[in-house]
T-cell receptor
């Protein structure tokens, strides 16, 4: 079946402009995550959506960053007034419905290919 | 408390050798420990995972060793191949079903 898709694959923008990055999770997955990965670095958690619960925004680095998830499916990450330090690959991941450990649940995250953002 | 410390940052291994990457954690509430593999230009993908009630899990050439008392776990890649060259991330699942990620290890297998 189709995996997680992200668009655009590459985005070049000028400092100060706003950008929107899109994530289409795997159908039926209730959890959706956004991460940022700077060149050669690890995964920096940004935001987490789980079903209809309030999102966990604890990883957003500033109020210029926001994200929405409409209808429990597609998500958009918006960066306002972009800065050069925002240049990175933005990864989206989705997970199936939560299950308890007793039910054999884990938290496998299925990642998209990422959007490479370059702020000039 | 929530950190997962991964080492080394980079690793070069000869083809056919054993690659070993280590991770350590503090939070005893973590209950699931996956390793993800990331190739350039791709998102990470689950490679192998272990629960804390077992000490070792093997899948083909990949083995996780888990030491609960030391709060450490490691990935061993036997007979390393050039196609194994990638960045490897360890992670740990917390009680909120979130994954806490290590910083990653860039592995290069020399032919």
């Amino acid at each position: 079946g189709a995996g997680v898709s992200q668009s655009p694959s590459n985005k070049v923008t000028e400092k100060g402009k706003d950008v929107e990055l899109r994530c289409d999770p795997i159908s039926g997955h209730t959890a959706l995550y956004w991460y940022r990965q700077s060149l050669g670095q690890g995964l920096e958690f940004l935001i987490y959506f789980q079903g209809n619960s309030a999102p966990d925004k604890s990883g957003l680095p500033s109020d210029r960053f926001s994200a929405e998830r409409t209808g429990g499916s597609v998500s958009t990450l918006t960066i306002q007034r972009t800065q050069q330090e925002d240049s990175a690959v933005y990864l989206c991941a989705s997970s199936p419905r939560l299950k308890s450990l007793l039910a054999g649940g884990n938290n496998e995250q299925f990642f998209g290919p990422g959007t490479r953002l370059t702020v000039l | 408390q929530q950190q997962v410390k991964q080492s080394p940052q980079s690793l070069i291994v000869q083809k056919g050798g054993i690659s070993i990457i280590n991770c350590a954690y503090e939070n005893t509430a973590f209950d699931y420990f996956p390793w993800y593999q990331q190739f350039p230009g791709k998102g990470p993908a689950l490679l192998i995972a272990i629960r804390p009630d077992v000490s070792e899990k093997k899948e083909g050439r990949f083995t996780i060793s888990f030491n609960k008392s030391a709060k450490q776990f490691s990935l061993h890649i036997m007979d390393s191949q050039p196609g194994d060259s990638a960045t490897y991330f360890c992670a740990a699942k917390d009680s909120n079903y979130q994954l806490i990620w290590g910083a990653g290890t860039k592995l290069i297998i020399k032919p």
